[in-house]
């Protein structure tokens, strides 16, 4: 018999509609059932492509005789954290404090009035590794709630105290300058991997936030070393396993620190950003690689993430089927020289070994390998590596594929809108835009449809029950801006001003600070705030640069000031923790750079319109348009004509305007270099 999940859009919530665990959504519907029957709830937060979730799902969810305890002494709430990253924040905050570690699946049991009193992630069936098996944890909660109930509520009461201790008071004090950003790049630098790109040892995350800081950085101050980081991080990704050689698009980490097993679930926020990032490094060196891995990832994105509706779907699960029936990770994606020959025949496997780096030991488990660009390959025949790579990615078509969670995210979409207008915008793919501007579509009509407030999450066309949270409304923002930008097209401009109207009234607080969920949102134990990017940019950042961005296209002084202050606490994290403000300290370089204001008088997709968006100043913010009416949409072009009929750019920063030119060079010189004055 199906439970209560069955009514939900969340696809990681639907896989467990047949558990035998009487499952609630989150709801207070549950919370007063647990009152009622005077039993805790058990919270188990986790999201579809997450490989240990699945594992404890099939070990204990789906165990007749571990449901039944459960469905007796617990009320039983399964939250999907990419459904409700304002309940996991906070939950995920108290697991850490008291544990000094977090991750999915998480378990969490509270109190009928939400207050968390014993946690934890993973549990195995069996006790293992000092690890208690889940029953056993199971029977003590239970014990302890009948039996020594004033401990619990103590206990409870304690880390609802702590954590109400943590808030931001402010957003910090004033704007960063030269010298936060100078120590953050020094910061950097010192955990920078010399041998193999990136920062950190392993498990290797994507730094696509920390190299957009670095990209802006070189092209406000000429920093060759910020660039040379930049590049070579980069190439390095792009050459591993991280990176799908034969399908195009990044999986979500690489467990060593050379870049070459990953854990192989495909996110769409990962994509989005590293698509971006290499389209912005190709602006900044004109490198070949880059060009053809943002080209590639974005068609990755469309191919294999694009759902019926236009939107972008949130996940490839890591697992897949492999040739025994197996459900295995990786198995969609790597070979054994065995399944080269196969396919390839003697000779073109062993050019495909070589230049894959598949070994007979493997790379990876039972001696598979993950396909990478190992060495320099010298002079390799271009034309043999695209016939190779055109077979092989036939046959992996074959294979059993992993499966995708389809609900669409609209924080994601916002930063999946961005990547794919410039990407189409920069390598003249007009259909890379049009699928931007569909996903931007689906987003207004269904996100945003009736209620005026952005919906977190869709699935099949229908909004989910969820609220944005503020990374919705600053990524979807920025999204539209960069689809203003490219397509002329005044009305998204509007809209990105009508979100983030909402960011001035209900997401920010007194001193500049934001917060994570509206001021009319559901009330959790704690308000949840967190100004650090992660694998996405912090909605506090993503929303300071899509206000920054927004205030250059208007001139508007509430949007302007709302962006310094929500700066100010990348002026006290920069220094200290660079790695994880990356895309605060990006828009940190936009706000001293001016951020430049590009007004094109002249065609969409002319010269000049073309060169202003492959302007590196960072941040720069470009109207493009002509005839009666534009001025209206984008107030950029009040006041532009064109100069001896041509058509004519103007670029301002800080209110002072250099001279107009109808000159293509000349714009890209103004926009190429260090700003003046």
């Given at each position: 018999?199906?439970?209560?999940?069955?009514?939900?859009?969340?696809?990681?919530?639907?896989?467990?509609?047949?558990?035998?665990?009487?499952?609630?959504?989150?709801?207070?519907?549950?919370?007063?059932?647990?009152?009622?029957?005077?039993?805790?709830?058990?919270?188990?937060?986790?999201?579809?492509?997450?490989?240990?979730?699945?594992?404890?799902?099939?070990?204990?969810?789906?165990?007749?005789?571990?449901?039944?305890?459960?469905?007796?002494?617990?009320?039983?709430?399964?939250?999907?954290?990419?459904?409700?990253?304002?309940?996991?924040?906070?939950?995920?905050?108290?697991?850490?404090?008291?544990?000094?570690?977090?991750?999915?699946?998480?378990?969490?049991?509270?109190?009928?009035?939400?207050?968390?009193?014993?946690?934890?992630?993973?549990?195995?069936?069996?006790?293992?590794?000092?690890?208690?098996?889940?029953?056993?944890?199971?029977?003590?909660?239970?014990?302890?709630?009948?039996?020594?109930?004033?401990?619990?509520?103590?206990?409870?009461?304690?880390?609802?105290?702590?954590?109400?201790?943590?808030?931001?008071?402010?957003?910090?004090?004033?704007?960063?300058?030269?010298?936060?950003?100078?120590?953050?790049?020094?910061?950097?630098?010192?955990?920078?991997?010399?041998?193999?790109?990136?920062?950190?040892?392993?498990?290797?995350?994507?730094?696509?936030?920390?190299?957009?800081?670095?990209?802006?950085?070189?092209?406000?101050?000429?920093?060759?070393?910020a660039l040379q980081m930049a590049a070579d991080t980069c190439a390095a990704m792009a050459r591993g396993g991280i990176y799908d050689q034969l399908g195009g698009g990044f999986a979500r980490y690489s467990v060593d620190r050379e870049w070459i097993v990953p854990h192989f679930e495909k996110m769409l926020y990962d994509n989005a950003l590293l698509c971006r990032v290499y389209a912005h490094l190709w602006r900044a060196t004109g490198s070949d690689e880059a060009r053809r891995i943002a080209l590639e990832t974005a068609d990755f994105m469309v191919r294999e993430l694009r759902t019926a509706e236009g939107g972008f779907a949130s996940a490839l699960d890591a697992d897949s089927e492999d040739a025994d029936g197996r459900h295995v990770e990786g198995a969609y994606y790597v070979w054994t020289p065995a399944q080269l020959r196969e396919v390839l025949g003697e000779d073109d496997a062993a050019f495909a070994a070589a230049y894959y780096g598949v070994t007979e030991d493997g790379t990876f488990e039972e001696g598979a390998s993950v396909l990478r660009l190992p060495g320099d390959a010298g002079s390799v025949d271009a034309d043999r590596v695209a016939d190779v790579r055109a077979r092989l990615l036939a046959a992996r078509e074959q294979r059993p594929r992993p499966g995708r969670d389809d609900k669409v995210v609209a924080?994601?979409?916002?930063?999946?809108?961005?990547?794919?207008?410039?990407?189409?915008?920069?390598?003249?793919?007009?259909?890379?835009?049009?699928?931007?501007?569909?996903a931007a579509d689906l987003l207004v009509r269904v996100h945003l449809g009736e209620v005026a407030r952005l919906t977190r999450t869709s699935k099949d066309g229908r909004a989910g029950d969820n609220a944005g949270v503020l990374e919705d409304y600053g990524d979807v923002a920025e999204g539209f801006l960069a689809l203003a930008a490219v397509t002329g097209e005044g009305a998204w401009l509007e809209f990105a001003g009508f979100l983030l109207d909402i960011v001035l009234e209900q997401f920010t607080g007194e001193g500049g600070q934001l917060y994570d969920t509206a001021h009319d949102a559901e009330q959790l134990i704690r308000r949840p705030q967190d100004p650090t990017d992660s694998a996405t940019p912090s909605g506090w950042t993503a929303a300071a640069g899509a206000l920054l961005s927004y205030a250059a296209y208007t001139g508007s002084e509430p949007h302007r000031t709302a962006a310094e202050g929500a700066l100010g606490v990348v002026k006290a994290l920069g220094p200290r923790v660079p790695r994880f403000v990356g895309w605060g300290l990006a828009v940190a370089e936009a706000l001293l750079d001016g951020p430049r204001e590009v007004a094109v008088a002249g065609p969409v997709g002319g010269e000049l319109h073309r060169t202003a968006l492959l302007g590196r100043a960072p941040g720069a913010v470009v109207a493009a348009g002509e005839g009666p009416g534009v001025g209206a949409e984008f107030p950029l072009l009040v006041d532009r004509p064109l100069v001896g009929g041509q058509p004519t750019a103007y670029v301002c920063r800080h209110f002072v305007c250099s001279a107009p030119t109808t000159n293509a060079g000349e714009l890209a010189a103004a926009l190429a270099g260090p700003a003046g004055g």
């Open positions: 018999m199906a439970n209560r999940l069955a009514q939900t859009t969340s696809p990681y919530l639907l896989q467990h509609v047949d558990n035998p665990v009487d499952w609630w959504p989150w709801s207070p519907e549950a919370f007063e059932e647990a009152r009622r029957r005077d039993v805790p709830v058990l919270l188990s937060v986790g999201y579809a492509a997450c490989h240990w979730c699945h594992v404890m799902a099939h070990e204990s969810f789906e165990d007749e005789a571990t449901a039944a305890y459960m469905n007796e002494h617990f009320v039983s709430v399964k939250v999907d954290r990419e459904e409700r990253p304002d309940v996991d924040a906070v939950y995920m905050e108290a697991v850490q404090a008291a544990t000094g570690h977090g991750g999915w699946p998480m378990t969490v049991f509270l109190t009928a009035d939400g207050e968390p009193f014993y946690f934890g992630t993973y549990f195995p069936p069996e006790a293992r590794h000092g690890s208690p098996s889940f029953r056993q944890v199971l029977e003590g909660v239970a014990a302890a709630w009948k039996d020594r109930r004033d401990e619990v509520a103590e206990v409870a009461g304690r880390i609802v105290a702590d954590l109400a201790g943590r808030s931001l008071v402010h957003g910090g004090d004033g704007v960063p300058g030269e010298s936060e950003v100078a120590q953050a790049l020094l910061g950097l630098t010192r955990e920078y991997d010399e041998q193999h790109g990136g920062f950190g040892g392993a498990p290797k995350f994507p730094p696509s936030m920390a190299v957009e800081f670095l990209l802006r950085h070189y092209a406000r101050t000429g920093s060759e070393g924080a994601w979409n916002g930063l999946a809108i961005a990547a794919l207008a410039e990407t189409g915008a920069y390598f003249d793919r007009p259909d890379l835009v049009e699928r931007a501007t569909e």
